[in-house]
């Protein structure tokens, strides 16, 4: 959930001799400037190609008051954010409080002069409004949209009959005496906020944000069922509302995957409401629900707007503690936190995956920044809780000097990894279902810290949940094993997808379509190595009812009415599927010992031996990709973390790098550049041959990005 402050954003100047060159935009207008009349304005969005603005960004919040005057108070925030190579402005605003249409349409006309600066800055805009969420300031005791307009009428309402309406401090965006009421996309809400969409596209903007369309969950669970929506889950499957939440009925089970879709039109209409006044309108929509358990509860799931043209992810990547960043994290809390931004990688698809960045203080937020860099994803750099500061002005300066300097190695390369982990939202949803959202792996809030993730209760904890411990281990395995691998989305798959994959690990596959077994077979047959665990192998339909026969029980070499062997190695056409009926990753994810770990990493390295190596630490990150010629290594060293909670300090730590180096090829420079470092500029290194492999030895502080050419 967005943790939006009202109050006036925090921007220091900090400054840095490298700080990154912005090209300016075209002189100011009177009237506010249509993004299509700049010279450097991208073509609309076409075929899924995001304009390079958004591949490339580099985001922070920025607001103003309604009094603005765009000269004394609007300029100032925007040279301020360009003076920390900022090259997007989030604008937040007003536009989460009830407004009549008349103070909208003032509001307008003020976006529209504070995106006209931005632009003559060379800054682009992108505009936040929340989707499904309406506060009214004063509104517990005074008017306010539930009680005086169409509130009541348009609310979400859980399958008890609970209105989602509530009043201040429940949670930490909405004050003391504020009114939060949460509307139903199917309701004419729906009219009303895309006809405002509209208004706000015209403006001058350049890109919308709307904030987390999700059925909230804080005050009132398992919505919607007003009337707007059982009529028209009605209509789309035939059947009514379940009567209460029970995954043992088929319609409730079939209910939550109504709602995952039902999302998704409504994101869908939202894109569609901003290109229809600007046919170059792109969306980037904040999603709360990441790899881990909370999907299935709000509804919310991001991997359904993968494919999606013109609309991508802002994803809220939340951390440990609201006033403690990641400073007192496990080296598992940290395998979790690369989960997530992987998985928002991924699931984004080909689009630019937008993600926070949160931290408490400079040398734990540049480290989390770090980890969002190496997974492929564009900052928004910002101070946990809220979202209207800067965690330090200097660090957000420095890191995003550093992007700009190397945003094509970052953002243009091409990933290299042969290795996927199999991200499956039906198994998510249906194979054990738990209260907790298993977020990280330590639930219990460390001596002194003000708040924590979790209330404390172990099945909080993503190492009590059978699909998500064993998803996170596998990730776990693979990060301490320096195998370099990418997430598999499992909704949507298609057979591109696992093309470049020589590994596909499948943690707990349970729950599958026959259309997506069906992707599965063929790419096994074609020469794949499959590696899935579990107690029950493909064992559930899409919405978790019983299968009478594994759906990959061909490729398994299985059948259900057998006895399940503890492991098994089957040839299936030119691939092999290896089974193993332990959760050997959530074993891995839940102590310190090895041997679950080596079991699953065998057969990769048996299948696909990783071109690229390391020797050092098992706690630093590598990722690899490639561009042109060059090899492109990013290292992130998390080696402040152990065992148990720790006080946070920065380590330095010493490793070397193996490359192989093709036949017929040699390496002709290797440079290594870093944030950590006084100045971003690549700085040439020397790497040492031995047969057909070189090796360059480094000492990475938090990160690190190596740069190899092999010619």
């Known amino acids: 959930m ?70 004394r108070d609007m300029k100032p925030v925007i040279n301020a954010l360009k003076a920390q190579n900022v090259s997007v402005i989030e604008l937040d605003t007003i536009l989460s409080n009830w407004l009549t249409q008349a103070e909208f349409d003032f509001h307008v006309k003020q976006v529209g002069r504070f995106a006209e600066l931005a632009h003559t800055a060379g800054i682009r805009v992108v505009m936040y409004y929340p989707s499904l969420e309406l506060i009214s300031v004063g509104g517990e005791k005074g008017r306010s949209f539930y009680k005086d307009d169409n509130g009541k009428a348009w609310v979400q309402l859980s399958l008890d009959g609970q209105p989602n309406v509530f009043y201040g401090s429940l949670v930490v965006w909405v004050d003391p005496g504020d009114e939060s009421c949460w509307l139903s996309p199917n309701s004419p809400w729906r009219d009303y906020y895309l006809a405002r969409v509209k208004a706000l596209a015209g403006s001058g903007i350049d890109a919308l944000w709307p904030d987390v369309p999700i059925y909230f969950d804080g005050k009132a669970s398992w919505c919607d069922a007003s009337p707007w929506a059982a009529a028209a889950f009605k209509a789309d499957t035939g059947l009514p509302l379940p009567k209460k939440d029970d995954f043992g009925d088929t319609t409730f089970r079939r209910f939550i995957e109504w709602r995952h879709r039902n999302l998704l039109q409504w994101q869908l209409d939202i894109a569609a409401a901003g290109r229809a006044a600007n046919k170059d309108m792109v969306t980037f929509v904040e999603t709360v629900s990441m790899d881990y358990q909370y999907a299935t509860s709000i509804g919310l799931d991001g991997a359904y707007l993968r494919q999606a043209e013109g609309v991508s992810h802002a994803w809220e990547v939340d951390i440990l503690g609201n006033y403690d960043g990641m400073r007192h994290a496990t080296a598992s809390d940290w395998t979790c936190l690369i989960s997530m931004y992987k998985y928002a990688r991924a699931a984004s698809g080909t689009k630019p995956a937008w993600a926070f960045s949160y931290g408490w203080k400079a040398d734990d937020a540049s480290l989390v920044m770090a980890e969002l860099l190496a997974a492929g ?24 000097g550093f992007v700009a300097a190397h945003q094509q190695r970052l953002y243009d390369a091409a990933p290299a990894a042969e290795v996927g982990v199999y991200h499956s939202t039906a198994s998510r949803d249906y194979v054990s279902p738990s209260a907790g959202t298993g977020m990280y792996v330590n639930a219990r809030k460390p001596s002194g810290v003000k708040e924590w993730w979790s209330e404390g209760t172990p099945e909080d904890s993503c190492t009590t949940m059978p699909w998500l411990g064993e998803f996170r281990g596998t990730v776990k395995a693979l990060v301490y094993g320096h195998v370099p691998f990418d997430t598999v989305i499992g909704q949507g798959l298609a057979a591109a997808d696992l093309a470049r994959f020589r590994v596909l690990m499948l943690p707990n596959l349970q729950a599958v379509s026959d259309a997506e077994a069906q992707v599965l077979r063929d790419w096994v047959a074609a020469g794949g190595t499959a590696v899935i665990t579990g107690p029950a192998p493909t064992a559930l339909d899409e919405l978790g009812a019983a299968r009478s026969e594994f759906a990959l029980s061909d490729v398994l070499g299985l059948r259900k009415k057998d006895p399940l ?45 990783p071109p690229v190596t390391l020797t050092g630490d098992r706690r630093i990150h590598l990722e690899l990709s490639r561009l042109g010629d060059d090899t492109v290594v990013q290292l992130v060293n998390f080696t402040c973390f152990g065992d148990k909670p720790a006080a946070f300090t920065t380590v330095p730590a010493a490793c070397s790098v193996t490359l192989a180096v093709p036949e017929g090829k040699q390496v002709t420079a290797a440079a290594v550049s870093s944030p950590d470092a006084a100045s971003p500029a690549p700085r040439p290194v020397t790497w040492t041959t031995s047969g057909r492999t070189a090796t360059v030895g480094l000492t990475v502080a938090q990160y690190a990005l190596l740069t190899v050419t092999i010619s």
């Not at 010279?39 to 103003?64: I, L, S």
């Not at 809220?386 to 002005?393: G, R, S």
């Not at 190695?569 to 009926?581: I, L, M, P, S, V």
């Open 2 to 71: 967005s943790r939006r402050g009202l109050l006036r954003a925090g921007l220091g100047v900090g400054g840095a001799a490298w700080a990154a060159n912005v090209v300016p935009g075209p002189p100011g207008a009177p009237a506010p400037m249509r993004v299509d009349s700049a010279a450097w304005a991208a073509p609309a969005v076409r075929q899924g190609v995001f304009p390079e603005w958004a591949r490339f960004a580099r985001v922070a919040d920025g607001t103003f008051d309604e009094d603005a005057d765009p000269v």
């Open 377 to 400: 994803c564009n900052p928004y750099e910002v101070k946990s809780p809220f979202k209207n500061e800067t965690t330090d002005a200097r660090m957000r300066t420095r890191m995003y």
């Open 565 to 609: 062997p503890t492991s098994r190695q089957n040839r299936f056409g030119a691939g092999t599927c290896w089974y193993f009926k332990d959760l050997l990753g959530k074993a891995f994810l839940s102590a310190t010992g090895q041997a679950g770990a080596d079991q699953l990493l065998a057969p990769v390295r048996a299948a696909a031996p």
